[in-house]
């Protein structure tokens, strides 16, 4: 059974042992290194395909193949004040994109709860395991699509 | 939206606009209070000048489901640096949900010179107006508060179940999902333990956001306002009104609505609300 890869393992590990305000600032630098997703992956409007269900910051996720069949992993969030997705997509694309898929497959979304802390309990969570459910559904369908080539 | 004066309200002081708020930024008698549900949303950027409180960490009880005494009133109320003659000026995130509730909890200690900043931090910030990081502090001040007064402005299950059937109207702002009892927490929320759904007998429903414009967060004006809770609701100003949803935030937003801005003298936010009524043995509901 193969682990989430240890980059990410070991912000979970930084946020696990972090007190209310380092969480908080540690979001905020990760929410401020956010980039959307390039105009040569995708534009507005951006397809429903890509709509994350549930997030009320109304965030969109890509998955873009690298050569060595990795994947890099691309991001919108639509409502300006939706600083907690952004910084959870920064997360997950600085520790999951290019990382091999089995990995990436097996990262557990209730992460965000390490991440997050209590102060995700109202509102949240399930817009945040969405992002993370998206991004390990595509790294699923890229390892299925190999074991099965069409 | 109109200016604030146009608009009807029964009290209109209760409100200062966004350009108000931008030209009494200097001013010493006045404290801009920022309150959000995300705790992400002030330590990216606020008003300059503006300090924090957070209805988690400075209003409720650390241990029991209450909220701050006294003492604890007025620690908060030194720490940022406030009299019982400031000026405090609330704005927040979701249309001012938490602005309204940390409102209401101050006037659980009867601090008169209150105001919510119409539209919220969305209205300021989609003006495009400053946000900065700097906390600022304020020098600690003595504020001697009076005892918390739960008797005008709060109202417990108990007193709400003796009230059913004497004409009491019942406002239940949650979602219709929670009000029929499909669902016992807010949609996309997580569930937070109620056993059993519905609402209170003879409540009427009326999700309290419909009290605010969405594309700015700015407040309905009078007669937008009239239109749902008296032509559609059949409420009245010289009605008794309870509100209440599921731990008695989104209810205080109502409670602003009606007791300041329609003018109904006589609301209550029962802020036991529906994880109380929900779970106690024995209670009457309606689905």
Same mark, same amino acid.
């Given at each position: 059974m193969a682990q989430p890869p240890k980059a990410f393992q070991q912000v979970i590990d930084d946020f696990a042992f972090a007190d209310r305000q380092e969480r908080i600032e540690m979001l905020i630098e990760y929410a401020d290194r956010f980039e959307e997703v390039p105009e040569r992956i995708a534009t507005r409007p951006f397809p429903e395909e890509h709509h994350v269900q549930k997030c009320e910051s109304d965030a969109y996720v890509w998955a873009e193949d690298l050569p060595d069949g990795t994947l890099k992993f691309h991001f919108a969030v639509e409502n300006p004040q939706g600083l907690s997705a952004k910084a959870w997509a920064v997360i997950l694309d600085e520790t999951l994109s290019g990382q091999p898929l089995e990995e990436v497959a097996a990262v557990p979304c209730d992460s965000v709860f390490t991440v997050f802390g209590k102060e995700v309990s109202m509102g949240k969570g399930m817009g945040l395991m969405g992002i993370a459910d998206m991004v390990t559904a595509f790294a699923r369908q890229r390892l299925a699509a190999r074991k099965s080539p069409a | 939206m109109a200016d604030i004066e146009a608009r009807g309200y029964a009290h209109p002081e209760v409100l200062v606009s966004t350009d108000w708020v931008a030209r009494h930024l200097d001013d010493p008698s006045i404290r801009i209070i920022e309150s959000n549900e995300d705790p992400l949303l002030y330590p990216s950027g606020h008003i300059p000048g503006a300090v924090q409180v957070d209805w =988690? =960490? *400075?209003?409720? *009880?650390p241990l029991r489901r209450d909220y701050l005494d006294r003492a604890g009133f007025e620690k908060l109320a030194s720490r940022i640096g406030i009299t019982p003659e400031t000026t405090v000026v609330f704005y927040g995130d979701k249309n001012n949900w938490w602005a309204c509730y940390a409102f209401w909890v101050f006037q659980l200690f009867g601090h008169k010179n209150a105001k919510i900043m119409d539209g919220g931090r969305l209205k300021w910030e989609k003006e495009g107006r400053p946000l900065v990081r700097e906390v600022p502090t304020y020098p600690p001040t003595q504020y001697q508060a009076p005892e918390r007064d739960d008797s005008r402005i709060r109202i417990f299950r108990d007193e709400v179940l003796k009230k059913l059937g004497t004409g009491v109207k019942l406002v239940d702002v949650r979602s219709p999902q929670e009000y029929s009892g499909e669902r016992t927490h807010m949609p996309e929320y997580p569930q937070e333990g109620v056993l059993r759904g519905g609402h209170i007998p003879g409540a009427r429903n009326v999700p309290w956001a419909r009290a605010a414009n969405p594309e700015d967060g700015t407040f309905k004006s009078a007669a937008e306002l009239k239109a749902i809770y008296e032509q559609e609701q059949g409420l009245s100003p010289s009605d008794e009104v309870i509100a209440y949803c599921r731990i008695g935030e989104r209810s205080s937003h109502t409670w602003f609505v009606l007791t300041y801005l329609l003018g109904y003298p006589n609301v209550r936010n029962y802020d036991g609300s529906w994880t109380e009524w929900g779970n106690s043995v024995g209670v009457p509901i309606e689905r």
């Open positions: - | =988690a =960490a *400075d209003l409720n *009880d």
